[in-house]
């Protein structure tokens, strides 16, 4: 019997015999990867359903690994390369207006970059790192567009491969830093810092904040004599972020922690559940406090978290530190519309990059560029923030996703985080939940008129 389908507002479903893919209840792996109950109906593929669980799986995959940084390309950016064209071509995306707007904006922002680069001295490393740029918005654009088709189950899917990132990362950190293993020094350390799987403990130490948040929402959902794991997991997070000995990324994960609990309360639907929010914050700030104290019994702990602790190191002040930099940046933007190009900053005119990702990619990508990258980040937090009070399954995975992102945005003001991969992670699942939630309501009022 030749199958039909319904072309009305509930378009996709099959009216006739349904294959049993079709029929097949919601199942999910052993990994946290689970398929949708309906399934369409992908011939070039086979069956339609061992399609789905091997693409969930290869999404689990990319994050999962998406710590481990020793090398450019990581072996995470060659998994997302196929998912580019592997999740379209099952059906495992859903692309709105909000979502096709949020790919042009960045899409010009390449091209802006583009043209910087035809400003420097030679084309190689500003060309290559646009592309970087460019690879990196196209993948936030289909991850936002995977957590718009099923935004609870997929951002789940992330957020539980993004801890076992984190604890892989943060278990070679530890590994190398209390010289566990012959060689992890050299390997998982960078000046006498925690680094784990990165090259950067800049950039370890705020990987690490959405898994510890995520960490304590999972807690905040069980029995109390369940909840031992997950804090324990929230404690080895904690850790990892104080050895990076990073202050942006101190800074990162207290900010994230006051901003999810103030929005986990005041969106909480009874108050029961605030009290238990409450106690969740606090005993987050108590393990910590704990982590802190047992890390200050090492000598070398205290000697680096002196030099550290400081708001401003020698390596900031006078012309050729932190803040001459960025005196030089705002000198070279307003002198530069069309930019300079990327990575010619460091090379040419300072010997280090700028340290501030709003200037820096005013540099990169010229006025127009760098003002979409602003307006980006202006974006995320504002519709991140209105949707983060409608109630839903996915709200509270967009509060710490909303909550992480602020937080690093905060941070951008004194580190370049514009190629950091869980950076567009974040963007991707507020704007994704943000594009299922405005579905949703867009199918609501059609069927109420």
Not at 330 to 350: C, E, K, M, R
């Amino acid at each position: 019997m030749k199958l039909q389908f319904d072309t009305s507002a509930r378009r996709g479903r099959i009216t006739g015999p349904a294959p049993a893919a079709a029929r097949r209840n919601t199942r999910c792996l052993a990994a946290p990867v689970c398929v949708e109950r309906r399934e369409p109906v992908v011939s070039m593929l086979g069956n339609p359903g061992i399609a789905k669980r091997i693409a969930l799986a290869l999404v689990w995959i990319a994050i999962a690994v998406s710590g481990i940084v020793f090398t450019e390309p990581a072996p995470t950016d060659a998994i997302m390369l196929g998912l580019l064209v592997l999740l379209p071509t099952i059906g495992l995306v859903a692309i709105s207006p909000l979502l096709v707007s949020y790919v042009s904006l960045w899409m010009v922002a390449a091209a802006a970059g583009l043209l910087a680069a035809t400003m420097a001295p030679e084309l190689g490393r500003p060309v290559t790192f646009t592309f970087v740029s460019f690879f990196l918005y196209l993948a936030s654009f289909i991850i936002a567009a995977f957590v718009a088709k099923d935004p609870k189950a997929h951002t789940e899917l992330i957020l539980r491969a993004w801890v076992v990132a984190a604890v892989v990362a943060t278990a070679a950190a530890l590994l190398g830093y209390f010289q566990l293993a012959p060689g992890a020094f050299d390997l998982f350390t960078r000046f006498g810092r925690a680094t784990g799987t990165f090259k950067d403990p800049n950039v370890f130490g705020p990987f690490l904040v959405a898994p510890f948040l995520y960490a304590l929402h999972v807690a905040l959902d069980m029995p109390l004599k369940r909840m031992g794991v997950p804090l324990a997991v929230a404690g080895l997070l904690a850790l990892g972020v104080f050895l990076s000995f990073s202050r942006g990324a101190w800074m990162n994960l207290a900010a994230a922690l006051a901003i999810y609990g103030w929005l986990a309360f005041v969106t909480a639907q009874s108050n029961e559940r605030r009290k238990r929010i409450l106690q969740l914050v606090a005993a987050g700030a108590v393990v910590i406090c704990l982590v802190v104290v047992a890390a200050l019994q090492n000598e070398r702990i205290v000697e680096l978290l002196t030099q550290r602790a400081s708001l401003t190191q020698s390596y900031d002040v006078g012309p050729e530190g932190r803040f001459g930099g960025q005196q030089k940046a705002l000198d070279l933007i307003y002198q530069n519309p069309l930019g300079i190009g990327a990575t010619v900053f460091a090379s040419v005119y300072h010997h280090e990059e700028v340290h501030n990702v709003y200037l820096s990619m005013m540099l990169n990508a010229g006025w127009v560029g760098g003002s979409i990258f602003w307006l980006m980040v202006m974006l995320t937090v504002g519709i991140g923030l209105r949707h983060v009070f409608k109630p839903g399954p996915a709200q509270p995975l967009l509060i710490i996703a909303f909550a992480t992102f602020a937080a690093n945005a905060f941070e951008g003001v004194i580190i370049d985080l514009d190629h950091w991969r869980h950076v567009y992670v974040l963007m991707a699942i507020v704007w994704g939940i943000a594009s299922a939630t405005g579905r949703q309501t867009a199918g609501t009022n059609r069927r109420r008129t």
